[in-house]
């Protein structure tokens, strides 16, 4: 980030506190909903835990779910189980995965995708000297270690 530059996102960083909590709340449903729909992690644990994810509307609604542990995401990928259940995209799309250094036992695993290795591949090639334009769009598959 430019230093001279007091944002790193103007757009999002000098919206007004309703417009801000709007797009928290549309963020909330987007990603709750698309958890629901794409994560077999997810999808198995609202339905075991009689969670409806079209009720979660808030960020105040989040406070009522229950925090997935670290051993609980350790559970849910190899060697535990075949494949990685919090893997919300295609193989097809993973651009990298990532580990937790482990320190408190297993590594967690987290995937980046889309728009996000792009950025990762635009990054290493500006760290080694060279310019890059990445176009396209994606977001980034993350796993929340409580």
Excluded: C
């Excluded at 944002?7 to 797009?23: K, V």
């Excluded at 794409?38 to 409806?52: E, Q």
């Excluded at 890059?132 to 980034?140: E, I, K």
């Amino acid at each position: 980030m430019d230093s001279s530059k007091p944002y790193f996102n103007p757009e999002i960083e000098t919206l007004d506190r309703g417009e801000l909590d709007a797009l928290i709340e549309e963020r909330v449903r987007y990603t709750v909903k698309y958890s629901a729909e794409n994560s077999p992690f997810y999808r198995k644990w609202f339905k075991s835990h009689g969670v409806d994810p079209a009720e979660i509307k808030t960020h105040e609604d989040l406070l009522y779910l229950p925090v997935i542990s670290g051993r609980t995401i350790q559970e849910n990928q190899p060697p535990e189980t075949r494949d990685f259940m919090f893997r919300s995209v295609g193989w097809e799309d993973v651009f990298t995965i990532h580990e937790t250094s482990g320190t408190s036992g297993t590594p967690k695993s987290f995937f980046l995708h889309g728009k996000t290795g792009n950025a990762m591949r635009k990054n290493t090639l500006a760290f080694s000297g060279h310019r890059a334009s990445v176009r396209g769009t994606g977001s980034l598959s993350v796993l929340l270690m409580g």
